[in-house]
């Protein structure tokens, strides 16, 4: 996972191939529900996570839009990432 990068693929490649790992990796590590809000932030700080992964897997073309992206705060979701993308 750490290796996955875009290279020549296109954004929608790139994105496809990656979320695909993701889900592998969710369905292997779920996490536990619980009554309290450590769930709530545990599953904030994997997507954020997800998007600094994609992000910086993405080609050097989009360093501009990447450095745009991870000053916003909070960070943005995958989805509306790759909608800007």
Same mark, same amino acid.
């Given at each position: 996972?750490? =290796?996955?990068?875009?290279?020549?693929n296109d954004?929608? +490649?790139?994105? +496809?191939?990656?979320?695909?790992?993701?889900?592998?990796? #969710? #369905?292997?590590?779920?996490?536990?529900?619980?009554?309290?809000?450590?769930?709530?932030?545990?599953?904030?700080?994997e997507q =954020?996570?997800?998007?600094?992964?994609?992000?910086?897997?993405? =080609?050097? #073309?989009? =360093?501009?839009?990447?450095?745009?992206?991870?000053?916003?705060?909070?960070?943005?979701?995958?989805?509306?990432?790759?909608?800007?993308?």
């Open positions: 996972m750490c =290796n996955v990068s875009q290279g020549t954004i929608a +490649t790139y994105f +496809t191939k990656v979320k695909s790992l993701w889900d592998e990796l #969710d #369905d292997l590590d779920e996490v536990p529900s619980c009554v309290c809000n450590a769930a709530e932030k545990l599953l904030k700080r =954020n996570q997800k998007l600094l992964q994609f992000l910086m897997g993405l =080609n050097d #073309d989009y =360093n501009s839009i990447r450095g745009n992206i991870l000053m916003m705060s909070p960070l943005p979701s995958i989805g509306q990432v790759y909608s800007m993308l």
